[in-house]
């Protein structure tokens, strides 16, 4: 089955940073866009970053020229480079895949991420 292991949160003051890992398996990880998403509270799942198979990688604005998505078909692996942290910046982010060809998405079980001095 389709399985995400996500590492690499913490704790980080403003303008650290931060290397987030999703290991993925139960499918062919190469075929897939692989997205970040994070959730805050009170506020709905966001996506921040797509590391798409045909166009490359793709940023939410808030977040481009600080994040950095990157994959490696190899290790099965997606990893979120994140510069310059912000507090805006804290929450749980989850590794996802949608799946077009039974309507599903997939979602890795979070890593936090707190940004705060």
């Known amino acids: 089955q389709v399985r995400f292991v996500e590492s690499g949160g913490g704790f980080v003051q403003p303008g650290g940073s931060l290397r987030l890992s999703c290991v993925a398996s139960?499918?062919?990880?190469?075929?897939?866009?692989m997205n970040w998403y994070r959730q805050t509270p009170g506020r709905e799942r966001e996506l921040v970053a797509s590391?798409?198979?045909?166009?490359?990688?793709k940023y939410v604005d808030s977040v481009k020229g600080r994040f950095t998505i990157s994959r490696d078909n190899a290790k099965n692996t997606a990893y979120l480079q994140m510069n310059d942290l912000k507090p805006e910046d804290t929450g749980v982010y989850y590794c996802?895949?949608?799946?077009?060809?039974?309507?599903?998405?997939?979602w890795g079980q979070g890593t936090q991420v707190t940004v705060s001095s």
């Open positions: 996802n895949i949608y799946s077009a060809s039974n309507s599903r998405a997939y």
């Open positions: 139960g499918f062919t990880f190469s075929e897939y866009d």
């Open positions: 590391s798409t198979v045909r166009s490359g990688p």
